[in-house]
Every structure is written in C-alpha cells, then in structure tokens.
C-alpha cells in the first residue's frame, strides 16, 4: 500500500496587511499610512470565496497581521470597511460565516487573539493556527510584542483548553541555533501531550521575499539542515501529530522519505501572499511525482481525518465538515 501524503485545497485570503509586529524577514506587513497597506472589502472577500468554491477548494485561509485594529487610523481609508463592526474580530467573524454559507470551512491564523476574541472565532473554525516560529530571543523580532515566545506558548495552550484543531510550526533560518529547535518542539509536544489538538506541525523553511532585504544578514536554511529539522521533529514529536513542509517552499519529494507526511495547503485560485514569488505547485504534477515515488497524495479538510472522526471542530463547522468529509474523515470524492 502506497504512503499517504496528505493537503488540503484551499484560497488563501489576507484580509490585512497592517500588523503590530515588525519582523524584519516580513514582505508582507505594512504600517497602515503605507501606500501598500490594504483591507480587504466584503465584495473582495466574497470573490475570492466563491472562485474558491466553484473550483472545488474546501478551506478558506483567514490570514492577517496582528491585531490590526490595535494599529488602524480610523480616519483612512479603512473606516468604512470596518465602521459597521465593532472591532477586526467582528468583521472577521462576519468574513468566517460569509465562506461558511459558500461551502468554505475557515481556517483563521492572525497571530494572537485575546481571549474574548478567540472565543468569537472559534466556533466559526475548522480549525485554526499560529506558528510558534521560535523559543529563542532574536534580533528579528526585535519591536515585536506578539513574537514573545512565552505569549505564543499562552495562545497554543489556550486553543488546547478549547478543544481546537490547531496548526502550528517552526521558522527554519531566522537566526535560531540546533538547540532552539529542539527546546521548540519539545514545547510543541508538551502541550500536545497535555491537550492532544496540535494536529500538524510546519517545519517552513525562510525565504527571503524578492524586494525585500532587511533581513539580508539572515541565511536560508540549506538542504541538509531542513532534513535535520525533519528528522528532529520525528524524534520529539508526539507519532499523532502530522510534519508538513511548504511544496512551493522546498521540493517536497527530499523530506517525504523522512516522514513528512503532509504539504499543507495548495491554492488553485490565489498565490502565497507571504511568499509571493513562490507558485503553488500543480495538483495534477504533484500527484504524478508523488505516484512515480510510491507515494499516494490524498485530499483532507483543513481539520484533520482523526479530529472529524472524533467530532471536533467549531460548532458552526459541523455540518459542513460532515458533508464534506467521508467515512475515513477525508475530503470526500466529487
């Protein structure tokens, strides 16, 4: 019998650039006077849902900077998209039941939430997430209040009290030694331990986004070092938890022999906005080096087949991953 290698068929939507930390390997974030900055419309949003769902995609990727609403001016051109809500987390729960109503499950990562926050987003989601990225104390989060190890830690624990499929992962590159990954993911594993929802953990390699060079002193990982990560990861982590690598990151097909297991979400309709020079690979070509392999590239929701079977999942989700999901907690066949 072949290897499952699992993803999931996604749209990726970056609701907001503006964010309150300040990385220095970020491409993506912006200050909200920046000419770049942008917030999403309902129209804009509704678009991308609907491309998504004609094309067969089950997850909507709710991604965004960090508490913008913390950082808005609300006298820019951001006032009239958010003026009917309350706060961001209002609008994004308005954006999570708007893919909900078009046949998209909400996967949200936005970085940390408060908890009255969390507690609106949660029943909206399949599942959600937050890169843990490092233990260590860096230079490139240097201005980045939510880039706290200890804060990263709260937040991943808390979504394991409330019982949420949760994603999670380390930045490979950032300026990190061996042994910060090690002291990460045994933190990882800890609270899996103690909560069981870590269902995957990404071991993303950093790549420096084409025309931006702050983080010019900072070295992309080698080969050989994403295959130690790999093998490290095997080690420490708990059997349960599923190791992903991003496919338009690193040549999947160099780790899979090492027990990666899964390749995340792929977007048939929008690129990776975070790494934007990166094309998603084809389905269809994946498939074919996958099967040339040995292996078997097999479609899942953005909950995982173990979390469906045992019913989790926020409350709104429900009856939408059961329609979605066959008897093995798969995407089922269309």
């Given at each position: 019998?072949?290897?499952?290698?699992?993803?999931?068929?996604?749209?990726?939507i970056?609701?907001?650039?503006?964010?309150?930390?300040?990385?220095?390997?970020?491409?993506f974030r912006?200050?909200?006077?920046?000419?770049?900055?942008?917030?999403?419309?309902?129209?804009?949003v509704?678009?991308?849902?609907?491309?998504g769902?004609?094309?067969?995609?089950?997850?909507?990727?709710?991604?965004?900077?960090?508490?913008?609403?913390?950082?808005?001016e609300?006298?820019?051109?951001?006032?009239?998209?958010?003026?009917?809500?309350?706060?961001?987390?209002?609008?994004?729960?308005?954006?999570?039941?708007?893919?909900?109503?078009?046949?998209?499950?909400?996967?949200?990562?936005?970085?940390?939430?408060?908890?009255?926050?969390?507690?609106?987003?949660?029943?909206?989601n399949?599942?959600?997430?937050?890169?843990?990225?490092?233990?260590?104390?860096?230079?490139a989060?240097?201005?980045?209040?939510?880039?706290?190890?200890?804060?990263?830690?709260?937040?991943?624990?808390?979504?394991?009290?409330?019982?949420?499929?949760?994603?999670?992962?380390?930045?490979?590159?950032?300026?990190?030694?061996?042994?910060?990954?090690?002291?990460?993911?045994y933190?990882?594993?800890?609270?899996?331990?103690?909560?069981?929802h870590?269902?995957e953990?990404?071991?993303?390699?950093?790549?420096?986004?084409?025309?931006?060079?702050?983080?010019?002193?900072?070295?992309?990982?080698?080969?050989?070092?994403?295959?130690?990560?790999?093998?490290?990861?095997?080690?420490?982590?708990?059997?349960?938890?599923?190791i992903?690598?991003p496919?338009?990151?690193?040549?999947?097909?160099e780790?899979?022999?090492?027990?990666?297991?899964?390749?995340?979400?792929?977007?048939?309709?929008?690129?990776?906005?975070?790494?934007?020079?990166?094309?998603?690979?084809?389905?269809?070509?994946?498939?074919?080096?996958?099967?040339?392999?040995?292996?078997?590239?097999?479609?899942?929701l953005?909950?995982?087949?173990?979390?469906?079977?045992?019913?989790w999942?926020?409350?709104?989700t429900?009856?939408l991953?059961?329609?979605?999901?066959?008897?093995?907690?798969?995407?089922?066949?269309?």
């Amino acid at each position: 019998m072949s290897q499952l290698i699992t993803y999931s068929q996604n749209v990726f939507i970056p609701v907001t650039n503006v964010c309150r930390n300040q990385c220095t390997y970020c491409g993506f974030r912006r200050s909200p006077t920046h000419k770049d900055a942008f917030l999403m419309t309902e129209k804009e949003v509704t678009d991308v849902i609907l491309k998504g769902a004609a094309a067969g995609c089950t997850e909507a990727l709710l991604t965004f900077g960090e508490l913008p609403d913390s950082i808005f001016e609300f006298n820019t051109r951001f006032e009239k998209t958010l003026a009917p809500f309350d706060s961001f987390a209002d609008y994004v729960a308005h954006l999570s039941r708007l893919c909900l109503k078009n046949g998209l499950l909400p996967h949200t990562n936005g970085g940390i939430f408060s908890q009255k926050d969390l507690e609106l987003l949660a029943p909206l989601n399949a599942g959600m997430g937050l890169m843990l990225e490092t233990m260590a104390d860096i230079s490139a989060h240097t201005g980045c209040p939510g880039k706290i190890p200890s804060v990263r830690l709260d937040f991943i624990e808390r979504a394991g009290k409330m019982k949420i499929p949760f994603t999670t992962g380390l930045l490979i590159g950032i300026g990190e030694t061996k042994e910060d990954q090690i002291q990460s993911l045994y933190e990882i594993g800890r609270l899996h331990e103690k909560y069981g929802h870590i269902q995957e953990v990404i071991l993303q390699n950093y790549t420096p986004n084409a025309g931006h060079s702050p983080s010019g002193t900072l070295k992309p990982p080698s080969k050989k070092d994403m295959k130690t990560i790999v093998l490290l990861a095997n080690e420490i982590l708990p059997p349960d938890i599923s190791i992903q690598v991003p496919p338009n990151l690193i040549p999947p097909t160099e780790l899979i022999k090492y027990r990666v297991t899964d390749l995340g979400g792929i977007s048939p309709i929008t690129i990776d906005y975070i790494n934007p020079q990166s094309a998603w690979p084809k389905i269809e070509e994946l498939t074919a080096l996958l099967n040339s392999g040995g292996y078997e590239l097999k479609e899942r929701l953005p909950i995982y087949p173990k979390y469906v079977k045992e019913g989790w999942g926020g409350r709104e989700t429900l009856g939408l991953i059961q329609a979605l999901s066959d008897e093995n907690g798969y995407r089922k066949s269309v």
